[in-house]
């Protein structure tokens, strides 16, 4: 009976979705351990941060956007649904993206 | 073994469901989409908050209320904890959409209510970082960088409120025998909320407490 | 284990008393016909028509405030209205006419016709339908009510910082414009959302994209413009009621905070909300300049990707409001060029629309006198708006009556005259009779010539330098003469509303001596023609099979052996008989009107008393469990006329599906229980 408890990813496959396979149970958790490193990584850099200098800004927002893409591709399943849904969000995020960082380069907020 | 495995994901499959969602033109549950479509529409929402927050953030006196500048108050190791309760809820999320997913409603309920006590946690972590910040002298109408402030991250932890009570109107459902596998696109709609709660969390953290 | 409820009813169940209880707190409201029907409706064609009656009664209202601001400008040192009141009349009158009158007009098209014209027998979520209009409603209602609480807002419609600060303006108006206006906000982001999933997924067999009525897709932009604007004007109104109701900063410059931030916030929203008022309109036009000009409409993928290219440009323009608030050279220029793009989409729909009519056998019906309106008054209110885009010209404009003149004529000579041009058009298919031709003709030319007695004679003030929304003038400016005539020119408007209404119920007293209508009064294109008129509640019988663009008017012609089109059948040959069966249709459902109920109350609350809140918070929480307790699709209950359940399967399945799962969202303070609405559905879930 211990199969019904982990099923291989394979057969958890449901025709109810438009037919792609969601990861398994332990890539979930591979990835969630991914992204527990990377925070753990954001974290670092806060005692390190007189070390990395001006280098800690773009290292933040990267390991952020690593961060957001984990999850929205992952455990969103945007990695594995349908392209429709990631261009509503994307357009979204692009959206708010050009509009915000435009009205702040107007504040002169990044010089 | 090979035949549970090959019986296990037909346990709560319903059919009637299965063909409403191919009336759809373009098979796309309309749940979903409504869902992917609503997300987008809320980053316009937190992208303006976060915007506010940045534009006014080093816009305060020198100095500040502790003296090192009024993000001084930030109490980082706290605060990482409380973000590492919020990650972590993400993962419980999707395997309790996996367990639904799979018929495995025990497995479903515990971490549908984990999800939903992490959550808690977390918004218990802010609750008590906003009396301590308050304490320590920052209120809401203390100073500009105060209002960004509290405004940003509040209205994050109203949307991880409304995220738990979702979670647990879920677990309740399910004890109460009301929601069947079929209806897994019910949990894994609120999947998605709540992961884009946490992905938001992710944008703050990093902006807000990191970012020196 | 399913969740029975026995208590007794909260609310009369208009209806005969159904025998077994049903889930949920009242019984599942039955009735089709009289008013308690209108109230539980979740049917887009009624709640399409509640839209269409709010939104003129609120144009009416509206208008009152216009002619008491013209009346008080007739002539020099006017007196008959104070400066206060001024404000106040014309911040509502802007307030009014933008969100009250016109963004609900272009719903009430959306809501009737895009399911029409798509071929679907309603909107993705019914229910979500229905609380997106009486969240409307409340707003709209709760927003007016500050005239009896103290003083209407008087900041302006775009109440700039710190101006609309509690400093300068003390009384509650402000806050009301504030949670009113995020109450009607709730209406059109949870509309956008429903609109948007119902244009994708719900097209009839064989609808691609480039098959869509080209209103569908005007209003398939719009939803876009909604969905990505509207949260932008409510962060900008959560910062200001934050600092007007608990003492926050963010507009409060002695703490170091920039009002440009108000400024930038509030025209991310409000240009794109400039866009999604005329783009329902140039739909509109789009279907009735083809039909009669008896000709296809002239380059429809221009017609689709200009309006795509208007919706994405849009976000980027708004600093063109701002030429004069001090946004640096840089900024300056760089909108000024992305305003002057702008236009170039634009003036590329103006040359389709000619391009359609030119070589056609134009019939001047009232739809086509409106929709030449449009173009030609569109066009000049485009031309000054260019002006504009030009940042040395703009400085001079900027406040005066020149940019009032300029926004009438886009918003009025533009968007409502296609507003009514879509009245008389579609008329017949939503009442079942035509208004009258005379009336129509008289009503287009008097509305013709007031607006632009009104409204021309302002752009010549406006370069004289007669400042906007200052309440009087001194006779020494020459003004004196001009303000006459826009006077006079508003209250010929007037005349003409009037007019219209008069004819509403003169042809439909008129149309009980004349024969019916027929689908197909004016030979026209799209698929919406193909149901009787008015349209049976479950729009077709069948849903028709899309081969091409224009299919109704391609099953009526085709072309003959020596290539010549030809008639082949008529409308009502080709058109469906309406007495569908085995249609099952969405539950009517009180649910939507108990959630929205609570955001008034919640409202008034949050200014006067906070309990009072608690007590909407309660309704608010109750309302929405009840909905997501409540099966989305009342399984007992026949809906069609002879509904047997046994064809038509999709169609059921469809629709119960559809039905089902209402409430993914609607917006942030909903999206909890909402949600588990789906979950809530299984009547009969199998599980341990």
Redesign the interface.
């Known amino acids: 009976m211990s199969a019904v408890d982990a099923p291989a990813p394979d057969e958890v496959h449901d025709t109810e979705h438009e037919g792609h396979d969601h990861p398994s149970d332990k890539t979930y958790v591979k990835i969630a351990i991914i992204l527990a490193i990377l925070t753990a990584a954001e974290i670092a850099t806060y005692p390190a941060e007189d070390a990395l200098g001006s280098a800690v800004i773009p290292i933040l927002l990267v390991l952020m956007v690593v961060k957001f893409w984990y999850v929205a591709a992952f455990f969103m399943h945007l990695k594995f649904d349908t392209r429709m849904f990631s261009w509503m969000f994307v357009s979204g995020i692009v959206f708010a993206v050009a509009v915000y960082v435009v009205t702040l380069l107007t504040f002169h907020f990044f010089v | 073994m090979a035949d549970t495995t090959l019986t296990a994901p037909e346990a709560g499959y319903d059919p009637d469901h299965h063909m409403g969602e191919h009336a759809t033109t373009t098979g796309i549950s309309n749940n979903k989409l409504a869902m992917w479509v609503f997300l987008g529409s809320e980053c316009m929402l937190f992208g303006g908050l976060i915007s506010t927050y940045l534009l006014y953030k080093d816009r305060v006196p020198e100095g500040g209320i502790t003296g090192r500048g009024e993000n001084g108050v930030f109490d980082i190791p706290f605060t990482s904890i409380s973000s590492f309760v919020l990650l972590m809820s993400s993962l419980t999320m999707v395997l309790a959409l996996s367990a639904i997913q799979r018929a495995d409603h025990r497995a479903f309920r515990t971490w549908v209510l984990t999800t939903a006590l992490l959550g808690s946690t977390f918004i218990a972590g802010q609750v008590y970082e906003f009396t301590a910040f308050y304490r320590e002298g920052l209120g809401f109408t203390t100073s500009i960088f105060s209002s960004a402030f509290y405004t940003l991250t509040g209205f994050h932890g109203v949307h991880v409120t409304v995220g738990i009570v979702m979670l647990l109107s879920l677990f309740v459902l399910s004890i109460r025998g009301r929601l069947a596998s079929s209806r897994a696109e019910a949990v894994e709609i609120v999947g998605l909320y709540w992961h884009f709660v946490d992905i938001v969390w992710i944008l703050i953290f990093t902006i807000v407490y990191l970012i020196p | 284990?399913?969740?029975t409820e026995e208590r007794p009813l909260a609310l009369p169940s208009g209806g005969q008393v159904r025998p077994e209880p049903v889930l949920g707190v009242f019984r599942r409201p039955t009735t089709t016909t009289g008013w308690r029907s209108w109230l539980t409706t979740v049917d887009h064609k009624k709640i399409g028509i509640m839209y269409g009656a709010a939104a003129l009664f609120f144009l009416i209202v509206g208008g009152i405030e216009a002619l008491l601001i013209r009346i008080q400008l007739a002539a020099p040192n006017g007196t008959f209205l104070s400066a206060d009141a001024y404000n106040q009349l014309f911040t509502m009158h802007g307030t009014t006419m933008i969100f009250l009158t016109v963004m609900p007009i272009g719903a009430a098209f959306a809501n009737y016709l895009i399911p029409l014209q798509i071929g679907a027998r309603d909107v993705?979520?019914p229910r979500i339908n229905a609380f997106s209009f009486w969240s409307f409603l409340m707003g709209g209602i709760f927003l007016n009510t500050s005239w009896f609480l103290g003083g209407a807002p008087d900041g302006g419609w775009f109440n700039y910082a710190p101006n609309s600060g509690v400093i300068f303006s003390p009384t509650n108006g402000i806050d009301f414009w504030n949670l009113g206006l995020i109450i009607a906000g709730f209406a059109s982001?949870a509309g956008?959302?429903?609109l948007?999933?119902t244009v994708?997924?719900?097209?009839a067999p064989g609808?691609s994209l480039m098959k869509m009525p080209i209103f569908t897709w005007m209003a398939l932009v719009t939803q876009f413009l909604l969905?990505?604007?509207?949260?932008?004007l409510?962060?900008?109104q959560?910062?200001l009621a934050?600092d007007r109701l608990?003492?926050?900063?963010?507009f409060?410059v002695e703490?170091?905070?920039?009002p440009?931030?108000w400024q930038?916030?509030f025209w991310?929203f409000g240009h794109p909300e400039v866009y999604l008022m005329i783009l329902p309109a140039f739909g509109i036009v789009s279907e009735i300049l083809p039909v009669f000009s008896r000709k296809p409409i002239f380059g429809y993928p221009f017609i689709v990707f200009s309006g795509i290219a208007i919706g994405f440009m849009g976000?980027?323009v708004?600093?063109h409001h701002m030429f004069s608030a001090g946004?640096?050279p840089l900024?300056v220029a760089a909108f000024s060029l992305s305003t002057m793009f702008i236009a170039v989409p634009t003036g590329v729909k103006i040359l389709n629309w000619t391009a359609t009519m030119w070589g056609g056998k134009l019939r001047f019906d009232t739809p086509m006198l409106f929709a030449i309106g449009l173009v030609t008054m569109f066009t000049i209110g485009g031309l000054s708006g260019v002006t504009h885009a030009v940042a040395p010209a703009d400085t001079q404009q900027t406040d005066t009556y020149y940019i009032v003149a300029h926004f009438h004529y886009v918003l009025f000579g533009g968007a409502f005259f296609g507003f009514m041009g879509g009245f008389y058009y579609w008329w017949p298919k939503v009442f079942g009779y035509r208004l009258s031709e005379a009336w129509g003709k008289f009503n287009f030319w008097t509305l013709l010539i007031g607006f632009n007695v009104t409204f021309g004679p302002m752009h010549i003030l406006g370069l004289q330098g007669m400042s906007r929304r200052v309440y009087t003038y001194d006779s020494g400016y020459g003004f004196s003469f001009w303000n006459m005539v826009a006077t006079i020119g508003a209250f010929i408007i007037a005349l003409s509303v009037l007019s219209f209404v008069i004819n509403v119920f003169y042809s439909k007293k008129k149309a009980s001596s004349l024969p019916p209508v027929g689908p197909d009064p004016w030979d026209s294109r799209t698929i919406e023609w193909m149901v009787p008129s008015p349209t049976p509640e479950h729009n077709f019988d069948e849903v028709p099979t899309v081969t091409q663009l224009d299919e109704f008017w391609h099953r009526k012609y085709a072309e003959d052996d020596d290539g010549r089109v030809r008639r082949v059948a008529t409308g009502e040959e080709v058109a469906q008989s309406g007495d569908g069966t085995g249609v099952h249709l969405p539950s009517p459902s009180y649910w939507p009107l108990v959630v929205t109920v609570s955001f008034p109350i919640i409202g008034y609350g949050l200014l006067y008393t906070l309990w009072l809140t608690l007590v909407g918070v309660i309704i608010l929480l109750v309302g929405l469990y009840g909905w997501?307790i409540e099966p989305p699709d009342d399984i007992d209950q026949p809906h069609g006329p002879d509904d047997d359940h046994d064809d038509d399967?999709?169609t059921a399945?469809?629709a119960?599906?559809?039905a089902?799962?209402d409430g993914?969202?609607d917006?942030?303070?909903e999206?909890?229980?909402a949600?588990?609405?789906?979950?809530?559905?299984?009547?009969e879930?199998?599980?341990?």
């Open positions: 284990m399913a969740i993705a979520f982001l956008a959302v429903n948007i999933t994708i997924n719900m097209r609808m969905l990505f604007a509207i949260p932008v409510t962060v900008a959560v910062l934050m608990y003492d926050a900063n963010f409060n703490a170091g905070a920039d440009l931030l930038h916030l991310i976000f980027g708004w600093a946004i640096g900024s997501v399967e999709p399945a469809e119960s599906d559809q089902g799962t993914a969202e917006d942030t303070e999206a909890d229980d949600t588990s609405d789906e979950a809530t559905e299984s009547e879930a199998p599980v341990g």
